[in-house]
């Protein structure tokens, strides 16, 4: 069974820094890229930042571009996100998905991690 | 970015109605547009990808159709278990931008 566990979420002051955790288990990782996607209470879904099966290729929404950076580490099954320079406004459930397939659909979620950004 | 646009943002419906939501993207997109349902503390579910491929386990009532840059899902028969919000996205390029969402609501 496919399963993501996000952490690290939690209340950080504007200007500061945070780093989530996603634990993949259930499929062979480095055969997939992954994502995270992130939503404020009570809006949308926004995607945040994409990579590839090897790193190789990473994407960012023009809203965390230079402030967040994905990562991942194969041999432990693992996505991570740094969140730096944080801001009210990146306050949010954040997911990590797995990009499936060649239309790279994300196929499977886990439940998210909560970050609040307050001073 | 390629802005997508979904309507209407709100629907009520009864059970057994069909229902129809339309997504539009700011340029051609090919077929590379998913679906999703997201019901509140849950994680939000694929129901279709490539347009008009349903995913594994996901009920026949769901379709989706399109190509280029308009695009629908359409659920044929409501069931109480598919109220929730509805969300298009594509993975043409990067960023890869979710509609605004469609909340689905019982009339």
């Known amino acids: 069974e496919v399963q993501l566990v996000e952490s690290g979420g939690g209340v950080v002051r504007p200007g500061g820094s945070l780093r989530l955790s996603c634990a993949a288990s259930g499929f062979t990782f480095d055969d997939y890229g992954m994502s995270w996607v992130r939503q404020v209470p009570g809006k949308g879904l926004e995607w945040v930042a994409g990579?590839?099966?090897?790193?190789?290729?990473?994407g960012y929404a023009d809203s965390v571009k230079g402030r967040f950076t994905i990562s991942r580490d194969n041999a432990k099954n693992s996505l991570f996100l740094q969140m730096n320079s944080l801001r009210a406004e990146d306050t949010a459930l954040y997911h990590c998905?797995?990009?499936?397939?060649?239309?790279?659909?994300?196929?499977?979620w886990g439940q998210g991690t909560l970050v609040t950004v307050s001073s | 970015d390629i802005q997508m646009t979904q309507s209407p943002s709100s629907l009520s419906a009864s059970v057994g109605d069909r229902v129809t939501i339309t997504c539009r993207a700011s340029q051609s997109i090919s077929t590379y547009l998913s679906w999703y349902q997201h019901k509140p503390g849950k994680a939000p579910k694929l129901l279709i990808y490539?347009?008009?491929s349903l995913q594994s386990g996901v009920p026949s009532r769901f379709s989706g159709s399109g190509s280029g840059t308009d695009f629908t899902l359409t659920i044929s028969s409501l069931q109480p278990e598919d109220f929730a919000t509805y969300y298009c996205q594509q993975s043409y390029s990067t960023p890869r931008t979710f509609g605004q969402g469609t909340r689905l609501e019982i009339k």
């Open positions: 998905a797995r990009r499936g397939g060649s239309y790279q659909p994300l196929d499977y």
């Open positions: 490539a347009v008009s």
């Open positions: 990579m590839n099966w090897n790193g190789g290729s990473t």
